[in-house]
């Protein structure tokens, strides 16, 4: 049974729901009617959950306590099966805000990977936006819509995934340019021709690059092709804190690297971009 999502709202049959033991364990089950979800503690009827608000605790049979929630998008991202690395929570949050998608935008990305960024882009752009995936790998491709069709709950008509190299893409291809672009790929410097020609003037380009090669590489190709803004990167550090009396401090693990950001605009045809000043050194 493929889960349906609901964001709100008490449980429904079909609804996908994060069961969390005493010990922080997570369980994931879809609502079933008058099935039952048997765990190590004993049975827990799903019936008792449908119906029931979220945040709720229910016991299973040999007495143990489950929380239950519906799975965040986090959560999906983080639990769903992957054919390719996914852009991790904190990236896609930069990708959505500095690369101002916005509702109605129309959005290009590639590669589709798993799906992940997918799924933050088509929140971000709305009933009215389109995103179109480019994935050269036909079984990446399959992970990326089976993933976004399994968190939506079906494909949302908003979403045009395609088999293909994003370097073979047309404007006529895309039924016109698009407002923003987005690459996670090994080698994003190759597609920035492309890029160029789908993308309209004043759109954001953005990619993410895990390692400074590749960073040097692309943006010497975004300053060599005379028509983006000088291109801004940077990268995002998120460090946890434990907050326990005396014992406030930071979490001693952190993810300390992903990837690096970049973001330029395009330039209306025609036009050179001004030189970036530098002080003058003394
Ligand atoms: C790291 S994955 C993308 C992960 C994705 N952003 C996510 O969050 O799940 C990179 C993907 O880019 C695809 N790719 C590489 N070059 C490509 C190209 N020129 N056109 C389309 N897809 C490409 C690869 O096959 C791979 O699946």
Redesign the pocket.
């Given at each position: 049974m493929r889960a349906r999502m609901p964001y709100s709202g008490p449980f429904q049959a079909g609804d996908r729901v994060q069961l969390t033991d005493a010990k922080r364990r997570h369980f994931t089950i879809i609502l079933e009617p008058g099935s039952s979800y048997h765990t190590h503690r004993g049975q827990i009827p799903h019936d008792e959950i449908i119906g029931a608000d979220e945040g709720t605790v229910v016991q299973s049979t040999m007495g143990s306590d489950f929380l239950c929630f519906r799975h965040l998008m986090v959560d999906h991202v983080l639990s769903m099966p992957?054919?390719?690395?996914?852009?991790y929570p904190k990236d896609?949050a930069q990708i959505l805000v500095e690369g101002d998608i916005f509702p109605g935008a129309r959005v290009l990305?590639?590669?589709?990977?798993?799906?992940?960024?997918?799924m933050a882009l088509l929140r971000a752009i709305g009933h009215e936006g389109k995103l179109i995936s480019?994935?050269?790998?036909e079984d990446?491709l399959e992970f990326?819509v089976n993933n976004v069709e399994e968190y939506f709950g079906q494909r949302p008509a908003t979403w045009d995934p395609r088999l293909?190299?994003?370097?073979d893409a047309t404007v006529e291809d895309l039924g016109g340019p698009v407002d923003r672009i987005v690459l996670?790929?090994?080698?994003p410097w190759?597609?920035l021709e492309v890029s160029k020609n789908l993308l309209i003037p004043g759109g954001v380009f953005m990619t993410?690059v895990a390692t400074v090669p590749q960073l040097m590489k692309v943006m010497e190709g975004l300053r060599e092709l005379q028509c983006f803004t000088e291109p801004r990167a940077w990268e995002s550090l998120i460090r946890d804190w434990k907050v326990e009396g005396l014992a406030t401090r930071p979490e001693h693990r952190m993810n300390a690297h992903t990837a690096f950001l970049v973001m330029a605009r395009r330039l209306a045809d025609g036009v050179t971009p001004p030189r970036p000043q530098r002080r003058a050194r003394r």
């Open positions: 992957r054919g390719a690395a996914v852009i896609s990305e590639a590669g589709a990977g798993s799906g992940a960024l997918s480019y994935e050269i790998r990446h990326a293909g190299d994003l370097k996670d790929m090994l080698e190759e597609c993410y």
